[in-house]
């Protein structure tokens, strides 16, 4: 009986050491295996982003959690659910394990969410958005695909699924997007998650026959009409320009720009190369020789700078804090023009989302991917040396600006490499749709980096591209893709814009807290100069009721024109 017993209790220990033997270098291989990256990672505020405000937690709801063991084991655990909200995971094994969660949302609102496991695998998530608004997103594990998101909408202009209408014709797109046909001749594009991210009409302003609606991450909407040189595109009722041709100045276009009730115009010259036309920025003013080398001289000592010249940061700051670090201080004015550039394209994304929400300030970002990438010092310092390089050509193009006060005229079949394939790294500056080379459809917004890879312009106008700065929801770092010249042509625009508009801040002794410069020696260009479109301002409005119009029409299945 003894001996019996005495067995009995062995044999228990062995299995009992046996199991902890198992599981103990299973816990250490998933640990080993979890992916180590530099990348961004955005700030934990508010748990539970992603499927909403006060998803589930404490207070009395249940929920049911089965984890993933190292490589394949499953266990399962009961826990209180938030304030009687319940929900369900299953989390990812090391090395590719899927999981869903359901989790309550925002005032009632619920999601679903498919975890990616380390190295490669994908999942997909459905987060309730403010106030029962939905959103979908396609994201990447560490260092694998590039992911897709759409942001859940507010009580204005939020996401829309597109519901299929009968006689529908359906193609399927990259990236898991579809395209709808319908018999009044419109387009409707989905995302991955089937909601509305592009829509085309037959129907518009300043003379076109088109009218094209995009919705970018955080609900970003841009609307565009007309044809090259008699177009309106517009961010917002008060936001936008208005382009037309410079009447007897062939090949010269102007845009004029509205900016919180004010209006000014810049003006493109038309080039080819290769077959592609694209527009190239004529700058209105130059400076003297010495302020351009005042701007890239270092001052005696650093210097601190408050941007917006406020104790209390401007609302996109805060929203882009864990992507932008403004420098501590300024050496030179081109570290601060760089900063500057920086700057006001993350403005321009953050106003571009709060257009498209009704007013209201952008929600922060619901795809928590670790394939974003912050502004590293080393990336800025590239982004300076940009900056350095197209002060050195403006300033040597202010050395033998044309005395003549007629504008340059074209000479026929000329043709001359486009500036954007001189340039490196350029700045993303308004909403971009790309199709990287991997097949995942995403999209750029202001303020992402990206650096041109190809020496050569495709035969359908392509140029190589590589994400190598993004924020949260936007294309996957080290993404490669094929960009359009003219696209590329228009960062390139962008850049010369924005860096001009602060040389005129600096030039103007208007960077509070800045050595004043030496004097500017502005002198006007007559090329780069054309009065604006008078009713500009009212012509954005009415596109952008056409647009919300639209948009309504498509979200209750209508299709009048």
Known sequence: MDLRRTVEKIFCAGVILAVAFAWAPGEVRASQDKPKTNTLTPPPAKAAQTSGTRGGGARGGTGTTTGAGARGGTGSTTGAGARGATGTTTGAGARGGTGTTTGAGARGGTGSTTGAGARGATGTTTGAGARGGTGTTTSAGARGGGGTTTNGGGPIGGATHYVNRPGDQARTLPGGRTEFHNANGQTVTTNAGGEVHRIEAPRGLAGGNKMVIDRGPGGARLVETGRPGARVVSYGPHRGFVERNVAGRPGYISRTYVVGGRSYAHVYREYRYHGVAYYRYVPAVYYGLGFYGWAVTPWGAPMRYAWSGLATPAPWFGLYAGYFTPYPTYASPDLWLTDYLI?????????????????QAPPPPSNMQPTSAALSPEMKALIADEVRQQLAAEKAAAAVQPTSSGPQQLAPGSEELPPAMKQRFFVVSSNLDITTAAGQACSLT???????????VTADGGVDVEVVSSKPGDCAADSRAAVQLADLQEMHNQFREQLDSGLKVVADNKAKGLPNGPAAGARPVAEGTADPVADAESQLAAQETDAAKLEAQVRLGGGAN
């Open 343 to 359: 700057a006001e394209n993350l403005r321009l994304a953050y106003e571009s989302q709060q257009a498209g929400n009704g007013g």
């Open 446 to 456: 202001p303020g992402d980096i990206i650096q041109r890879k190809g020496q050569t």
